[in-house]
């Protein structure tokens, strides 16, 4: 091995002779010599796994070692690497096919998830319309309700409210006669049967009073 970079002219010169070991130029040529002998690095020992030079093979400590050149051992282990190299693309593969087949699950899951996002979404609007509308089919049947069990009371008590002022009438009037002093005066007065019947339709208003009291009971409201 020439320990000098050549141009091609001179390179021809070094390639045509067998002593010559060529490779490629390097700037860390110490690393191409033994440590120990400062020879270059021909050959590699295969039980000790490192380089070694002429001297460490036929005089050092790896005297009587399986060695193999450089170019050998170096083969073999790109031959190795390449196995290794092939196996990972291998591997590697067959990530990507399950990365693939994941990513294509996920896909159909997520279509799945927005199109049962939809049906239920629509579901719950269509619940929500139709409870509205029993809402307010329950609200306007309560209002119907309390109407017609209003309307006879509102009428019941518009007669009462009249009565009562009959009464009140009658009650001045018999206040009026009480205070009077002339006794002439108190028999002589007119209509006074009138004042004192005071038991006349009395049966009917409380049979009335009573239908209208039960009719207006929390019963209908659950019905």
Same mark, same amino acid.
């Given at each position: 091995?020439?320990?000098? /970079? @050549?141009? #091609?002219?001179?390179?021809?010169? %070094?390639? !045509?002779?067998? &002593?010559?070991?060529?490779?490629?130029?390097? $700037? /860390? @040529?110490? #690393?191409?010599?033994?440590?120990? %002998?400062? !020879?270059?690095? &021909?050959?590699?020992?295969?039980?000790?796994? $490192?380089?070694?030079?002429?001297?460490?093979?036929?005089?050092?400590?790896?005297?009587?070692?399986?060695?193999?050149?450089?170019?050998?051992?170096?083969?073999?282990?790109?031959?190795?690497?390449?196995?290794?190299?092939?196996?990972?693309?291998?591997?590697?593969?067959?990530?990507?096919?399950?990365?693939?087949?994941?990513?294509?699950?996920?896909?159909?899951?997520?279509?799945?998830?927005?199109?049962?996002?939809?049906?239920?979404?629509?579901?719950?609007?269509?619940?929500?319309?139709?409870?509205?509308?029993?809402?307010?089919?329950?609200?306007?049947?309560?209002?119907?309700?309390?109407?017609?069990?209003?309307?006879?009371?509102?009428?019941?008590?518009?007669?009462?409210?009249?009565?009562?002022?009959?009464?009140?009438?009658?009650?001045?009037?018999?206040?009026?006669?009480?205070?009077?002093?002339?006794?002439?005066?108190?028999?002589?007065?007119?209509?006074?049967?009138?004042?004192?019947?005071?038991?006349?339709?009395?049966?009917?208003?409380?049979?009335?009073?009573?239908?209208?009291?039960?009719?207006?009971?929390?019963?209908?409201?659950?019905?």
């Amino acid at each position: 091995m020439c320990e000098a /970079s @050549l141009c #091609d002219n001179h390179l021809r010169v %070094h390639s !045509k002779s067998p &002593e010559h070991v060529l490779c490629d130029p390097t $700037t /860390s @040529l110490k #690393d191409r010599k033994c440590s120990i %002998h400062k !020879k270059i690095l &021909e050959y590699y020992c295969t039980e000790d796994s $490192t380089c070694i030079c002429v001297s460490c093979r036929l005089d050092g400590e790896h005297r009587g070692h399986q060695v193999e050149t450089l170019e050998e051992a170096s083969e073999m282990k790109k031959k190795k690497l390449r196995n290794v190299l092939q196996k990972l693309m291998t591997e590697r593969e067959e990530m990507e096919k399950r990365v693939q087949s994941l990513q294509e699950r996920r896909r159909k899951v997520q279509g799945k998830a927005d199109d049962e996002t939809k049906r239920v979404t629509a579901l719950f609007r269509d619940l929500r319309r139709r409870l509205e509308d029993l809402e307010k089919r329950v609200l306007r049947d309560i209002s119907g309700w309390a109407e017609r069990v209003s309307r006879p009371m509102l009428d019941y008590i518009r007669d009462l409210e009249i009565k009562k002022e009959e009464l009140s009438r009658k009650m001045r009037d018999i206040e009026e006669l009480c205070n009077m002093t002339d006794p002439l005066t108190v028999l002589q007065e007119s209509d006074t049967g009138d004042l004192c019947d005071t038991e006349d339709g009395d049966d009917e208003d409380r049979e009335r009073h009573e239908n209208l009291l039960h009719d207006g009971g929390d019963g209908d409201v659950g019905g």
